[in-house]
């Protein structure tokens, strides 16, 4: 298989997901009655100087604080948090899956995007991995109800996604990263599907394809369904009918991609040409191709959305839809934050522009 899955070069060495202050080893046996029993003053006198409270004498606030760095001491996040009354941190809830690698997926670059966003803040980024089944939303319950965060960030947006009423109900800041049907006022960003998935069909179309297909996903998040009616959409502007045999819906992972060739394999009237919803759909439709004798490009065009780290070196190289992601994600971070203000909620669809590669050509019009 001609490619190589390496991430050199698509995160920073220096990636982490938690942002700490750079600082001295901590110990947690410090507690602040050691700093006062040390200090000869009070418990209230050290806590009032370290969190920046008035009727503490300057000199002395720098003598406490000068004493907790050489001491080690760090505040019980607990306690700050409830004295506070925040954490001081955001969240985004990172999708996982049985069927991707998540250092594969368009969400680390994203995310890289919001750490970048968040470093410059003074606030911390918490990253929660999601259970793999989409209707589980315990993670986020729990991380909710012991008040972890601030905002937060969620992604693979349902159709009907019972996180946002839920989000809503709680006074929980948050933005969407997707759309859904589901009713209520949020913010949300969204990668611009419809557009780049009609540019794909039209650009087919002009290269003379008549028989396109469409590999999507299997589940019910919802830019599978963005994708499939704008699919209709662009067969419908150059004019070609609507066949529900090419429209295959076996998932957007490696494995869905293979099955897709597969059922391509079977058809004896055959799709000329292929939008993947997924790139990493891509990969094992490649493989399976080569399996059976077929070339990419010569024998089926593919055209892909959301470029994926993983296929850059597949050959041919893949002719794709791609978008700024770290930018996205900062974006992201600007949104959140404006939600955390209590500011309006906005909706925003992300440009998509065409990569091209080697993986469509033109055909001889019948």
Not at 93 to 99: H, L, N, V, Y
Not at 150 to 159: R, T, Y
Not at 219 to 237: K, M, P, Q, T
Request: with cysteine; glycine share 10%.
């Amino acid at each position: 298989m001609p490619y190589k899955n390496d991430c050199r070069g698509f995160l920073p060495e220096r990636t982490r997901i938690w942002r700490l202050p750079e600082a001295p080893e901590y110990s947690t046996s410090v507690k602040i009655r050691d700093l006062a029993r040390h200090l000869n003053v009070s418990i209230g006198t050290v806590s009032r100087a370290l969190n920046g409270k008035p009727y503490v004498d300057e000199a002395l606030r720098q003598r406490i604080i000068a004493a907790a760095r050489e001491m080690g001491y760090s505040p019980s996040f607990a306690g700050r948090s409830l004295r506070k009354g925040s954490s001081g941190m955001v969240a985004m809830m990172m999708p996982t899956s049985s069927g991707a690698v998540t250092a594969d997926t368009i969400f680390m670059p994203v995310l890289e995007g919001l750490r970048r966003h968040f470093l410059t803040e003074a606030i911390d980024l918490f990253v929660g991995f999601a259970s793999p089944d989409p209707d589980d939303a315990s993670h986020l319950h729990r991380a909710v109800e012991r008040s972890l965060f601030e905002g937060v960030v969620i992604a693979d947006i349902l159709q009907n996604d019972l996180r946002l009423p839920y989000l809503i109900e709680r006074n929980v800041p948050f933005v969407a990263f997707g759309r859904s049907e589901t009713a209520g006022q949020y913010s949300w960003i969204d990668l611009d599907f419809e557009a780049a998935t009609r540019d794909a069909v039209e650009r087919l179309h002009q290269l003379g394809h008549r028989r396109i297909g469409l590999g999507s996903t299997a589940n019910n998040i919802n830019y599978g369904r963005v994708v499939e009616r704008a699919f209709a959409e662009g067969l419908d502007r150059v004019g070609l009918g609507h066949r529900d045999d090419f429209i295959f819906n076996l998932g957007g992972t490696e494995h869905g991609g293979y099955l897709l060739g597969e059922a391509w394999f079977s058809q004896v009237d055959r799709p000329t040409a292929v939008v993947l919803a997924n790139e990493l759909m891509a990969v094992g439709l490649y493989r399976r191709l080569a399996e059976g004798g077929a070339v990419p490009g010569r024998d089926l065009s593919v055209i892909t959305l959301i470029e994926q780290p993983s296929t850059r070196f597949l050959n041919p190289r893949v002719t794709c839809f791609a978008a700024d992601l770290p930018a996205l994600g900062e974006r992201l971070g600007t949104v959140l934050q404006s939600a955390m203000r209590g500011e309006a909620p906005v909706g925003e669809l992300w440009p998509m522009q065409l990569r091209e590669g080697e993986s469509d050509v033109a055909v001889a019009v019948p």
